[in-house]
């Protein structure tokens, strides 16, 4: 929201803190200024002008112009404009102006010299006319500087959606004086003209209106529309400007109605009808339901209660009776009525701010005056509308010093918190020392202040928070709680790394295209309700198709890597949040056609699972057939190895994916040592004759159970397939080792082991190379 | 005379020794004068022609020359060993400036590392790390934190619903909630992790990224106490010691609230494109924790007080690489990530 310095200057008496330092005040004490912008600086230039006498300039569409600009003398200017006539007040730019970014100079235009120009209203900043230059003297019109504050840091602050609102922070942080510009008493204590019904004083806690008659509808004077325009307000006419310049100022958004286009004299505050349709001030048409409130007339809604009026009753240039609305709507019902229509208004954000019901009158009081203003002749009929709940009690706030202190963390004595507190307008007794009773002000008890701590804010922001100085908590020296799980990730990560895997992060997403396409069904996911693309619709339940796609995009750019991630499946239960399972998932790339990077990605496994087992599995879509296998570790499968399927990664790759909460289960606690052997040991190797898809590793185990208790280690030697073996034939070497903690053993000791592994495997049905 | 034919046969066999070019022709040296058929066995045999009265003098000289040659021949083979060795080991020359060879470490990703560096620490702190799910209730995510429904804070955070209610966490602050249920007080507590926003994605926004949690709540905590750890923390981050101020900020979870900035770091604080002409950049959101968030967290807020801030961590990364993309870091581009 932007800020005019010059309005807030015109509400804090004496205000001479130049723009720059009040934005940091403000900044550092109230809310977040992010920029600081001027405009109208041409003003210091442009001065009224009567236009004197026009002739046409034979050949053009322009006319040569002669206006007394007053100080500045009689200047001949050449005009475009179809309005300039003699007798005409408008406004003359002299050159040597800067004027929407470009100076203006003395320039000949069709044989013309022009010495400056005269000004539309786009040109000067005060509106969006460019079909002719003002009709009137731009009196009033300064140079003046935008402040833009962050709207985020306003969201607890509807007093701020105003330009009094922050003049009151302005002058609580200078000390100068603010000014109230409205002043209620000068509407008459009579009879209104119109009824008002609420419905619900929980949605709508305040209706006050006021009924004017001969009213004349045209531009507002130039000052106002000015004004306006600079804080991003379009001016319409004289009547609805008068309805932002009040929001603009106290924060309170209003609305006009054309009486003559009301039925009946009772204005309703309701929930809409079921199928109620309203067309609204920005033409479109809304379906409502009952959850939208209303503003009806005995025939139906003419308003969108806080959001936009209705186009069948607004102001038009023949309205000349006047309902002026100023009300204060339920928060939270606007906010989902705005939401759900899609239409957030200046009304309706100020509006889910939770609005000060006092503020409704003081806002007519406001209108009243500035209309008398901007419509010669407009007449107040009778006196005011206003239909309100029963008060609230307001509960003073029990503030203690001591605490006080204690949360700021400085000393501050009673008189300081009692100037700061007053500054702002709360209202302070202190019945018993360094005990204060804080009773709020309206405009900040609607949501923001209800409690102590939010008075220490209050204090803290004004006393300056640079006024306290770090202080280092005493707490106990002890070690925090651990986190297993995350120090085992770090491990993971570790040990993955050291092994040359380059660490990706991949999003949590996956579209539904990608999941179909791993033949993971769309119904087995979370699915977001609200996604941006199509790329979010669904949360993973692997993280393979990440990891493919990396795969596909760096082997543009590289022949061979390793990838891992680490990062969580999100898995669908009923009735309770998805099951998070964190996983493993590391990738090897070789580009060619070569065996494969299987028995690599192997090695990771067994670095962060030592004897871990592989078993040959069910391939799943994405996996290459004959080269898919189940990791099992202490005899719990917790993952996978296998090579991706040709037609989801060209050339060879391979990946491991691993669940991490079983790997880290599974772990073991801690380790033993084992002696070392004192005795030598005795091997001898034994080739074993089996079928070509025979597992070596089931050989192995078949040996090491034939072996008995001395066997101390068994290693696979190689594997040879080839002549002189038949086809269909493979040899597979072992060496085995034999040996005794207490003693050698003998040679007749081995040659028994060895003979009895020879017997068993040949009556396994292998035959057996020595 | 066998004396005189000793001395000719030793000063020969020295001039051989120390003339042979080969350990072959040293070798046959050898093998001649020393040899069991050798000229010094021949002599030795000899002796027994020699009277009596010089025997002993003449024993005495061949073993002197025996023991004599034999050193000699040690000696001249030595040479050749070293030689020999100093040729091979000038054949090995290899050219030290061929790339290395073995595994490559893999690069941990910079968010990760910067996790992993704030993490450590705060467990140096006394800190506890603790987690929370990527999905979450809208009750802790929202509503335990002080930001009922219909509150316009919900604004500040576009959120992504899901299908059944829950929605992705918005922001790590839902981990206060758990934590003060899990550790209750006093505690000191950070939580990194990934959270997400419902937004399009550009250069500078992203729908994931990675945020640090942090809580402390102890007996009577102020503002004086934030300030200190807040100081503390980023002087480890930074390096260096780096100037802060605290200025309001509204977060219904916090109260007061505030933002901290820094003095620019590039500039000093008199201005530059970094922090936008203004001399501060703005860090991380923090404040004291509001006693509707400890009293949901079955706190006593009468007993107990706290602070509360959080950390933009992939901000964090982004700073301190010089990462101008954000999209970067969920890229998978290892191009980018091997930098790392
Ligand atoms: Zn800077």
């Known amino acids: 929201m932007k800020f005019s310095y010059n309005w807030i200057r015109e509400l804090v008496t004496g205000l001479e803190t130049p723009p720059p330092d009040l934005m940091r005040l403000l900044t550092l004490k109230t809310c977040e200024c992010e920029s600081l912008e001027p405009v109208g600086a041409h003003f210091a230039q442009v001065v009224a002008a009567r236009v004197l006498q026009v002739e046409p300039i034979g050949g053009s569409q322009n006319r040569k112009a002669v206006v007394d600009a007053g100080p500045l003398g009689r200047r001949i200017v050449v005009c475009g404009a179809p309005n300039c006539r003699p007798g005409l007040v408008t406004a003359y730019v002299p050159p040597g102006t800067v004027l929407l970014g470009q100076r203006i100079e003395r ?47 306003l969201t607890h602050r509807p007093d701020l959606w105003g330009h009094h609102g922050m003049a009151r922070e302005v002058a609580a942080i200078t000390g100068n004086k603010l000014i109230e510009p409205a002043n209620p008493s000068r509407i008459p204590q009579q009879q209104a003209p119109v009824s008002v019904s609420i419905q619900d004083f929980r949605l709508c806690p305040r209706y006050s209106a006021l009924v004017f008659h001969n009213a004349t509808v045209q531009p507002s004077p130039l000052w106002l529309q000015y004004r306006l325009q600079s804080i991003g307000l379009n001016p319409i006419n004289n009547i609805v400007d008068v309805t932002n310049y009040v929001m603009a100022e106290l924060g309170q958004p209003m609305h006009a ?96 701010k939770s609005q000060d019901p006092m503020n409704t009158v003081r806002g007519l ?97 004004m006393v300056g928070y640079d006024t306290i100085t770090p202080l280092a908590p005493v707490v106990p020296a002890a070690p925090p709680p651990d986190n297993p799980r995350r120090r085992f990730h770090h491990a993971v990560r570790r040990i993955t790394a050291a092994q040359g895997y380059d660490e990706v992060y991949n999003y949590s997403f996956v579209s539904e295209q990608l999941a179909r396409r791993f033949g993971f069904h769309p119904s087995a996911h979370v699915a977001v309700a609200n996604p941006v693309s199509s790329e979010q619709g669904l949360l993973r339940v692997s993280l393979i198709p990440g990891i493919a796609r990396n795969i596909e995009e760096n082997s543009r750019h590289f022949d061979s890597f390793r990838i891992f991630e680490i990062g969580f499946e999100i898995h669908k239960r009923q009735d309770t949040l998805p099951d998070e399972i964190p996983h493993l998932v590391a990738a090897i790339y070789h580009r060619g056609q070569d065996a494969g990077p299987l028995f690599e990605g192997k090695r990771l496994a067994e670095c962060l699972m030592p004897g871990c087992e592989l078993s040959p599995a069910e391939p799943r879509l994405f996996e290459h057939p004959s080269r898919a296998a189940q990791v099992h570790w202490r005899g719990t499968p917790l993952g996978r190895l296998f090579e991706f399927h040709p037609s989801f990664v060209e050339s060879r790759a391979v990946a491991l994916d691993v669940d991490l909460e079983l790997m880290q289960r599974l772990s073991p606690a801690e380790k033993r040592y084992q002696p070392i052997l004192r005795f030598p040991a005795s091997a001898f190797d ?18 090491a159970s034939l072996a008995g208790p001395r066997l101390h280690q068994i290693s696979f030697l190689r594997l040879y397939e080839g002549p002189p073996l038949p086809d269909g034939a493979k040899s597979v070497s072992f060496r085995i080792t034999l040996a005794a903690h207490d003693r050698t053993l003998s040679s007749e000791e081995v040659s028994a082991v060895r003979d009895a592994i020879i017997e068993g495997m040949r009556l396994l049905g292998y035959d057996i190379r020595i | 005379m066998l004396e005189a034919q000793l001395q000719s046969l030793a000063a020969s066999a020295r001039q051989r020794i120390l003339a042979s070019a080969t350990p072959e022709q040293l070798q046959a040296v050898r093998v001649e004068v020393l040899g069991r058929k050798g000229a010094l066995a021949q002599i030795s045999k000899d002796m027994a022609n020699v009277p009596p009265q010089d025997r002993a003098r003449i024993g005495k000289l061949l073993n002197a020359a025996k023991t004599e040659l034999e050193a000699a021949l040690e000696s001249r083979e030595n040479e050749f060993a070293a030689q020999a060795l100093h040729a091979r080991l000038d054949s090995e020359w290899l050219d030290v400036t061929l790339p290395a060879t073995g595994p490559r470490p893999g690069a941990l990703h910079p968010i990760t590392r910067i996790q992993q560096e704030l993490e450590e620490l705060f467990l140096s702190m006394g800190v506890a790390v603790l987690d929370g799910p990527e999905v979450e209730s809208e009750y802790n995510n929202f509503d335990a934190l002080n930001i009922p429904p219909d509150h316009p804070a919900r604004d500040m955070q576009d959120t992504f619903w899901l299908t059944d209610g829950c929605c992705l966490r918005t922001h790590t602050s839902p981990v206060q909630v758990r934590g003060m249920a899990k550790l209750g007080p006093p505690l000191r507590m950070i939580a990194p992790g990934r959270v997400f926003r419902n937004e399009e994605v550009d250069p500078s926004h992203e729908h994931t990224f990675y945020q640090l949690e942090g809580m402390m709540v102890d007996r009577n905590i102020s503002i004086a106490h934030m300030l200190y750890f807040m100081k503390t923390l980023l002087r480890r981050i930074f390096g260096c010691e780096v100037t802060v101020r605290l200025r309001p900020g509204y977060f219904p979870f916090v109260e007061p609230g505030f933002e901290l900035d820094i003095q620019c770091l590039i500039c000093g604080g008199s201005g ?4 936008k002409h203004g001399g501060w950049v703005e860090l991380m959101p923090c404040g004291l924790v509001h006693p509707n968030v400890l009293r949901m967290g079955g706190i006593d807020p009468e007993q107990w007080s706290g602070f509360a801030f959080g950390l933009g961590l992939t901000r964090l ?24």
């Not at chain 1, 022009?114 to 006319?129: I, K, T, Y």
């Not at chain 1, 806080?306 to 309205?319: K, N, P, R």
């Not at chain 1, 008060?391 to 963390?409: F, T, V, Y």
């Open chain 1, 257 to 352: 109605f054309d009486q003559d286009k009301l039925s009946g004299a009772t204005i309703f505050i309701r929930a809409a009808g079921e199928g109620e349709r309203i067309t609204a001030l920005n033409g479109e048409s809304y379906h409502l339901t009952p959850a939208a409130l209303v503003i009806a007339d005995s025939s139906g809604p003419i308003a969108l209660a806080g959001v936009i009026g209705g186009l069948d009753s607004a102001i038009g240039e023949l309205t000349t009776r006047i309902v002026l609305e100023s009300a204060c709507f339920h928060a939270a019902s606007i906010r989902r009525t705005s939401s759900r229509l899609k239409l957030r208004t200046d009304a309706s954000m100020r509006f889910e």
């Open chain 2, 317 to 340: 990364v982004m700073m301190r690489y010089g990462i101008d993309d954000i999209r970067l870091l969920q890229s998978g581009d290892l191009r980018f990530l091997r930098q790392f």
């Open chain 1, 107 to 153: 320039r000949v235009i069709d044989g013309v010299e022009s010495d400056g120009m005269l000004a539309s209203g786009a040109e000067l900043g005060m509106n969006r006319d460019h079909e002719g230059i003002v009709e009137s003297a731009p009196a009033g019109c300064l140079p003046d500087f935008l402040i833009d504050v962050e709207n985020k840091s």
């Open chain 2, 272 to 275: 530059c494109p970094v922090c």
């Open chain 1, 686 to 703: 034994l080739s074993v004759i089996a079928p070509q898809r025979a597992l070596a590793g089931v050989l192995q185990q078949q040996i």
């Open chain 1, 365 to 461: 009081a406001r209108a009243l005056e500035l209309l008398e203003i901007v419509s010669p002749g407009i007449r107040l009929v009778g006196g005011l509308a206003d239909v309100a709940a029963p008060p609230q009690p307001s509960h003073a706030i029990e503030l203690p010093l001591d605490w006080l202190i204690r949360k700021l963390g400085r000393p501050i004595d009673a008189a300081e918190v009692l100037r700061i507190l007053e500054s702002l307008e709360f209202g302070v007794c202190s019945r018993q020392p360094g005990l204060f009773s804080v009773s709020v002000p309206s405009w900040r008890a609607t949501k923001d202040i209800s409690i102590k701590d939010d008075l220490v804010e209050e204090v803290g922001r």
